[in-house]
């Protein structure tokens, strides 16, 4: 089996019996599910109780998947409906926890050229402030934001995975995107 079949087809090997291609998938997918529950749920001990949840939930429902939409919609419609309950059961808003500098996306983009010490400080400064804004954005604003630049979801998958219509989903990630950029040009 190849590392570069489809999540669906991965899927469906899976339904039939191939725990290779489970392995396949939770290799790909386990980083930007465990990052998505980390950040909406503010403790490492919730992420990985509900990151475990999900994939638990995906071994038992396995032999009735069924291909209607990418397999990453799927799966974060399972994340999505089970941090409802999470949020449901300990009867809290949710918020964002951004864990240490390893587990944020943001640290994985590229340094700047320049690695002189004051560059070096300005980037780490950027990156500080980039993160309190996303913390500080309307709930569904930053799931749609990091459900399209955490998992790679288009619009409509976001739209799919928090029962949304496309243009709420489009409308959520713009108002995002604006507050983002309208904090980070007051910060510079």
């Known amino acids: 089996m190849h590392s ?3 999540d669906e087809q991965l899927m469906l090997r899976y339904r039939q019996g191939e725990h290779r291609a489970f392995e396949i998938l939770y290799t790909r997918h ?3 599910l465990y990052r998505y529950f980390l950040r909406h749920c503010g403790s490492a001990a919730a992420a990985e109780e509900l990151f475990q949840d999900v994939w638990v939930n995906l071994i038992r429902s396995r ?3 069924q291909v209607r939409a990418k397999f990453t919609t799927y799966l974060y419609r399972m994340a ?3 941090l409802i309950d999470h949020y449901r059961r300990h009867s809290r ?3 964002i926890a951004l864990g240490n500098d390893n587990d944020f996306v943001i640290e994985e983009l590229p340094a700047p050229d320049c690695e002189g010490p ?3 400080l ?3 400064e950027a990156t500080d402030t980039l993160k309190a804004l996303i913390a500080a954005l309307p709930p569904a604003q930053r799931e749609a934001f990091l459900l399209k630049e955490e998992s790679g979801l288009s619009l409509d998958e976001i739209a799919e995975v928090t029962d949304v219509s496309r243009e709420a989903a ?3 990630l713009r108002y995002a995107v604006a507050r983002l950029r309208k904090g980070l040009t007051e910060a510079g």
């Open 80 to 82: 999505h409906n089970r």
């Open 63 to 65: 032999e009735r998947y």
């Open 170 to 172: 489009k409308s959520r």
């Open 4 to 6: 570069n079949t489809g």
């Open 30 to 32: 386990k980083g930007a």
């Open 93 to 95: 808003n949710p918020v």
């Open 122 to 124: 300005s980037y780490n």
């Open 118 to 120: 004051e560059q070096r």
